[in-house]
């Protein structure tokens, strides 16, 4: 069993900052790439940033220079800090990750549960 906790989410007013948490946990053997999605209602949900176990990072163009995604191998954790809030990333925040299990040689793509960021005007 494999799981993935998000915690950090919440209500902001624009121009505030949050910090999203991800913890992975179970029979993990090692996690290739972690990620965070968003999905707001009636839209798809959108990459927002992903980061290689090595730490090269990728941003969605609409959150470069105000999202940070970083990560700790040792606690199998990703993190997304988000300073100056927007309404417009008001959303559900996922967490990805990338995990093969004890015991196996394949690689699945793992979600968290969500956790929703608000941001009033």
């Known amino acids: 069993q494999v799981q993935l906790v998000e915690s950090g989410g919440g209500l902001v007013q624009a121009g505030g900052s949050l910090r999203l948490s991800c913890a992975a946990s179970?029979?993990?053997?090692?996690?290739?790439?972690m990620g965070w999605y968003r999905q707001a209602p009636g839209k798809q949900r959108e990459l927002v940033a992903a980061?290689?176990?090595?730490?090269?990072?990728n941003y969605a163009d609409s959150v470069k220079g105000r999202f940070t995604i970083s990560r700790d191998n040792a606690k199998n954790t990703v993190y997304l800090q988000m300073n100056s809030l927007k309404p417009e990333d008001t959303a559900a925040y996922y967490c990805?990750?990338?995990?093969?299990?004890?015991?196996?040689?394949?690689?699945?793509?793992?979600w968290g549960q969500g956790t929703q960021v608000t941001v009033s005007s």
């Open positions: 990805n990750a990338e995990i093969r299990r004890v015991g196996t040689f394949s690689v699945y793509a793992y």
């Open positions: 980061i290689t176990r090595g730490g090269s990072t």
């Open positions: 179970g029979s993990i053997f090692t996690i290739n790439g």
